[in-house]
């Protein structure tokens, strides 16, 4: 059974950065599409960035574009997404979900992802 678990969330003031990162368990290889989504409240689950199994192809939303990497170290199996010049509106809990149908793109679905982390609190402060 393949198990997420998010880590890195936490208070920043705007203009601060801060890391996640997702650590796999569960599986012998890194063959899985890796993505981060945020749900702020009262709102829907957004996506915010993808990067593919071999780690070649990576993309984001445009709310993040410039400002979050999402990169992974598959020897470590964990994913990280590193968000710069954070905003109040960047305010959410961040979930990354892995896809293991692998011979498909890297898709910014939530549908095409089977496994999900729990969650980690980011809060941005004005």
């Known amino acids: 059974q393949v198990q997420l678990v998010e880590s890195g969330g936490g208070l920043v003031q705007a203009g601060g950065s801060l890391r996640l990162s997702c650590t796999v368990s569960?599986?012998?290889?890194?063959?899985?599409?890796m993505g981060w989504f945020r749900q702020a409240p009262g709102k829907e689950r957004e996506f915010v960035a993808v990067i593919n199994w071999s780690g070649a192809n990576k993309y984001y939303a445009d709310s993040v574009k410039g400002r979050f990497t999402i990169s992974r170290d598959n020897a470590k199996n964990t994913v990280y997404l590193q968000m710069n010049s954070l905003k109040p509106e960047d305010t959410a809990v961040y979930y990354c979900?892995?896809?293991?149908?692998?011979?498909?793109?890297?898709?910014?679905?939530?549908?095409?992802?089977?496994?999900w982390g729990q969650g980690t609190q980011v809060t941005v402060s004005s």
């Open positions: 569960g599986r012998t290889s890194s063959n899985y599409h």
């Open positions: 979900a892995a896809d293991l149908v692998v011979s498909n793109p890297a898709s910014n679905r939530r549908v095409d992802y089977e496994n």
